[in-house]
């Protein structure tokens, strides 16, 4: 039975990765240091519903499916413990039960702060954004350095490493003539916020442990992801990913169907051309599993643009509001000052072609889609709050 260790694992993207790996017949870890659900609960954000408790999400999955999966709960920014994952005799830590650690086939890492609001609201949130995201990141390379150099890693980047360059974004490298002579580097990347600015230093140190240490990794440059419901959740809603609709975790999509459930005129900041990659949350699934199962050679660094199809915020504004209204929701679209620094009007041509030819089959974003997501927010939305959709945070 093939092992996967999933770093991370309580989060939006964790939870459902590690059903996903569990349904599919891998045995399954998961660590997690409740990083997310803390800064919910101190940043009083709300969610749309509650979701269990890691050990007790295991316990239901396994219920339900007879499948086991592990759980560590502790800090992977402390080196010993991130350690301990592999190699028993390190262990220190009674939340690590005999037998869990061992030598993983491969490893997902998640086990990031994930919000650009929350990185750039005050110093002390941004120094634990680049202290967890960086030690966490270089604590792993170090783990698979020195106990398993073979393991890929498969890690979550962000498509905001590349900013909104008026070229095209290739999938992660670019071909330069210089004065006669050619190499290939990593795209430049320009990110607009500190969190996104952790993802390209991430990046650098991987990329680094690959030409050092011959490293085998694939770096998944991902945009906003929507959705809740996936294969494994329709089992027990109980398995639900959780859902933030808040300005500091909650992402685009997922806001404003929550706002048009409420009649909260849609939030869109400025003038609304900004334009990203979009995928459902089930496209995630699959681009991890393919780039897990399909690794690349060994000690190389694969990078893939993780979107499965581009729309600016007035695009998704619009749909929004098609759709509401179709289903009797009275929703207005306004324009807010942009509380962030990016530009508002730009060229967006990424290419992403990588994960299709390893065998993505999209979920593309439709009236009907949308439709199956207001209704997952309906059935909750005497739980939504108000006031916790703007709060202002600026840049
Ligand atoms: N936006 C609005 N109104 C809102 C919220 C956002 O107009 O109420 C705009 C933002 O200004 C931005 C775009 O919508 O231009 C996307 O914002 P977002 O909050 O959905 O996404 P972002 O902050 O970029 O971050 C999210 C995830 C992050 C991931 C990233 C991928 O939180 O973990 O890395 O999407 S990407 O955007 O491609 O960098």
Redesign the pocket.
Same mark, same amino acid.
């Given at each position: 039975m093939k092992h996967v260790l999933i770093l991370g694992g309580d989060g939006y993207l964790g939870w459902p990765t590690a059903m996903h790996f569990s349904a599919r017949g891998w045995r399954v870890t998961v660590v997690d240091n409740y990083f997310r659900r803390n800064a919910c609960t101190e940043l009083d954000t709300g969610m749309l519903y509650p979701t269990p408790t890691l050990p007790e999400r295991a316990r239901i999955w396994y219920e339900k499916t007879g499948h086991d999966i592990k759980v560590v709960i502790g800090d992977l920014a402390d080196p010993a413990f991130m350690r301990s994952l592999f190699d028993e005799r390190l262990r220190y830590d009674q939340a690590i039960e005999p037998g869990y650690s061992g030598l993983p086939d491969a490893i997902v890492h998640y086990a990031e702060q994930?919000?650009? *609001?929350y990185s750039v609201m005050d110093y002390r949130r941004a120094d634990i954004t680049l202290t967890n995201n960086l030690r966490v990141t270089n604590n792993l390379m170090w783990a698979v350095r020195d106990f398993c150099p073979q393991t890929p890693i498969v890690k979550l980047g962000?498509?905001?490493?590349y900013g909104t360059p008026n070229i095209d974004i290739e999938e992660g490298w670019l071909d330069i003539e210089h004065k006669g002579r050619r190499d290939r580097f990593l795209f430049p990347r320009q990110a607009s916020?500190i969190?996104?600015t952790s993802?390209i230093m991430d990046t650098d140190l991987l990329w680094f442990g690959v030409r050092t240490w011959g490293l085998t990794v694939t770096d998944l440059m991902?945009? *906003?992801?929507y959705g809740v419901a996936t294969d494994e959740s329709a089992i027990d809603e109980r398995l639900n990913t959780l859902f933030n609709y808040d300005?500091i975790?909650?992402?685009?999509?997922n806001?404003?169907v929550t706002q048009a459930v409420i009649g909260y005129p849609?939030?869109?900041?400025?003038q609304?051309g900004?334009t990203?990659?979009y995928l459902d949350i089930r496209d995630t699934l699959q681009c991890v599993w393919l780039s897990v199962t399909q690794p690349p050679p060994a000690g190389e660094l694969r990078i893939f643009n993780q979107?499965m199809e581009t729309f600016s915020?007035n695009e998704l504004a619009k749909l929004t509001q098609r759709v509401g209204r179709s289903l009797g929701h009275d929703v207005v679209i306004d324009h807010i000052d942009?509380p962030?620094k990016?530009a508002e009007a730009h060229y967006y041509n990424p290419t992403y072609q990588g994960l299709i030819e390893l065998g993505v089959e999209p979920h593309y974003l439709t009236e009907d889609s949308l439709a199956a997501l207001f209704a997952i927010v309906e059935k909750h939305r005497h739980t939504i709050r108000r006031e916790v959709i703007?709060r202002g945070v600026k840049w």
């Open positions: 994930p919000s650009a *609001p962000t498509m905001g490493e916020s969190y996104h993802k991902q945009g *906003p992801v300005e975790f909650g992402t685009l999509i806001r404003f849609l939030t869109v900041y400025g609304g900004q990203r990659g979107v915020v942009n962030r990016e703007f």
